[in-house]
């Protein structure tokens, strides 16, 4: 749950933007920081969520910086060969910060645990409930 500043050096890169209010149609993992459906080579018809994301595309080029805001979700795209940075910076509520520690010190650590003890069950249980909060938010739209 930090800010995260990204300024290109060299090439390109395509960035795409969604807030956090729409991991759900993203169909964001629980106990986790990935979803399984990738917004630029999924299908609708796989994931019929993504039909209402609402995001932003940005390509960044040498000299551009992009902000991301914290708890946004991103996926990049490296259109040529380059390089980047990233600067990250705190988030600006003490709720943010209290969020960002529970992912780095607790959340994390669970996972890898449970992935663990139950190895692939516990990868198709978080895919499975990806896709009920999926259906869930699907029927809130309609």
Do not use: C
């Not at 290109?8 to 986790?32: A, T, V």
């Not at 780095?104 to 249980?125: E, G, P, S, V």
Request: proline share 4%; aromatic share 16%.
């Amino acid at each position: 749950m930090s800010h995260v500043f990204i300024s290109q050096f060299q090439g390109s890169k395509r960035i795409w933007l969604f807030p956090n209010d729409q991991s759900d149609l993203l169909y964001k993992l629980p106990y986790n920081f990935h979803s399984i459906a990738n917004p630029k080579y999924s299908t609708e018809a796989e994931y019929p969520g993504l039909q209402f994301i609402k995001g932003y595309e940005a390509v960044i080029n040498p000299g551009d910086t992009l902000y991301m805001p914290a708890g946004w979700w991103h996926y990049i795209q490296y259109d040529t060969e380059g390089y980047s940075i990233s600067v990250r910076a705190l988030a600006n509520t003490f709720s943010e910060k209290l969020i960002g520690a529970r992912n780095l010190f607790i959340t994390r650590y669970f996972d890898d645990a449970m992935r663990r003890i139950f190895k692939k069950k516990w990868l198709d249980y978080k895919i499975e409930m990806a896709i009920k909060r999926a259906q869930k938010a699907i029927k809130k739209l309609k």
